[in-house]
């Protein structure tokens, strides 16, 4: 059975931990892989090794960081097509939503890679009589990014290329159900010519987890899980005394007004909630009318069309059409949706589309579910409340924006929105009362380009920076801000006691 390694101090190490965890290929069913669950002393040296490569790259100049994170990036572009072809193997999406995936983390190195200018700081001349001041951002240290099942590219690209280039060293401890990539990344991070122990993999559970959440060799933790885990991963973290950005689960509302195109919003919610198999923290899992007419005319648009959904393999058959979605991760996972339909069915919430029990042929043992669409959901209901990560769409009917907004806004999760309608007004006001951290007029999933941050509100994110982009880059370094005056030897200085000033 092939195994995956750990990577420490630049190359790939067995782990000695006896804990082997099996990895699937969701569209079959079958072992594929396993990996081990590191040792304490494996997760140590991991942070031993990064910590000790710290001070040579820390005053590395951010000028050659940037050329290596540069040369990273065209060994990504090469490799594109294998890195997506491995995607698809251990996480079930379909190729095309790989590529997507890879082209999103790819995005970030690239704004990576200007951090000569994004390291600048700031100066003020004569900011007092004969006074300058400036100030510094510099690196913190060994830096930790844990990441989930979902994006086993993008989501750690949201983080190392931009703490690499600030200066820090990086562990990063993915999901264990598809970690093959990882290990990609950080060979081509080398071959790119990151010295050995700027970037490490460690393989683990929660034990891991909270090794590296402790360790007071480590400054910043960065997490992308379930909003329990999050909460818990911001509340450890901070405790030990370190930077922490935590981001959890989400209930994304889509407000779909009277004078929205029915058409062009069911394409929209179709591809936003059913696409990656619903297994994204930004697919809109909720669409919100303001009244039945709406809701009737978009019910009657989605229907035949969640219907007509094609699943399968993530790659499809020489000759044959790519499917519109894969498989879901894992059996458990599979379980858990399936559980959520049936909870939405005895809660009342109207079935329209049963994706229940559906397996594509030839496919039998792999972990399908089919499009699932429910009407007349309310607030009420689990299937409102919780995160169901999986292909499940539910229409709300409010009777007026006043109960849409207020749906919207009471929800424990903020972590992105969309409005459709052709009322710039009415999108504005929207924009600007919603209570959630990324907001789409017309665009169902707005996560934000890379020199903008991505960031939920409420319990869909812990933390007061968000990922990437220039919060990005406050996270990875701390400001040093120093005050210049020279002496005038023709001024005799004298004592001062009381709170200077300038």
Known sequence: METVYNFINGKQVASKGTKAWPIYNPATGQQIRQVFMSTADEVNEAIEVAEKAFPTWSRTSPLRRARIIFKFKELLERE?????????????????????ELTRGLEVVEFACGIPHLLKGEFSEQAGRGIDIHSTMQPLGVTVGITPFNFPAMVPMWMFPVA?????????????????????????????????????????????NEILLRDPRVKAVSFVGSTTAA??????GSEFG??????????????????????????ALLGAAFGAAGERCMALALAVTIDDATADKLVAALKPKVEALRYGPGIPKEGEKEMDFGPL????????????????????????????????????????????????VTSDMVIYKEEI????????????????????????????????????GAAREFAYQVQAGMVGINVPIPVPMAFHCFGGWKHSAYGALNVYGPDGVRFYTKMKTVTTRWPDHQVGNQAAFSMPTL
């Open 164 to 208: 690499l280039a600030c200066g820090n060293t990086f562990i990063l401890k993915p999901a264990k159900t598809d970690p093959s990539l990882s290990i990609r990344l950080a060979e081509l991070l080398k071959e790119a010519g990151l010295p050995d122990g700027v970037f490490n993999v460690v393989h683990g559970d929660r034990n891991d």
């Open 80 to 100: 594109f097509d294998s890195l997506a072809r491995l995607i698809t193997e251990e996480h079930g999406k379909v190729y095309s939503d790989s590529i997507g």
């Open 231 to 236: 909460a818990h991963v911001h509340k450890v």
């Open 329 to 376: 991760i894992s059996q458990q996972h599979l379980n858990n949706v399936t559980g959520y339909i049936d909870k939405g069915v005895e809660e009342g919430a109207t079935l329209l589309v049963d994706g229940r029990g559906k397996k594509p042929q030839g496919y039998e043992d792999g972990y399908f579910i089919g499009g699932t669409l429910f009407d007349n």
């Open 242 to 267: 370190k930077r922490v950005q935590a981001l959890g689960a989400a209930k994304n509302h889509a407000l779909v007004m009277p004078d929205a195109n029915i058409e062009t919003t069911s394409n």
């Open 389 to 424: 990560f999986g292909p499940v769409l539910g229409i709300v009917r409010a009777k007026n924006i006043e109960e849409a907004m207020k749906l919207i806004n009471e929800h424990p999760y903020g972590n992105g929105t969309a409005i459709f309608t052709h009322d710039g």
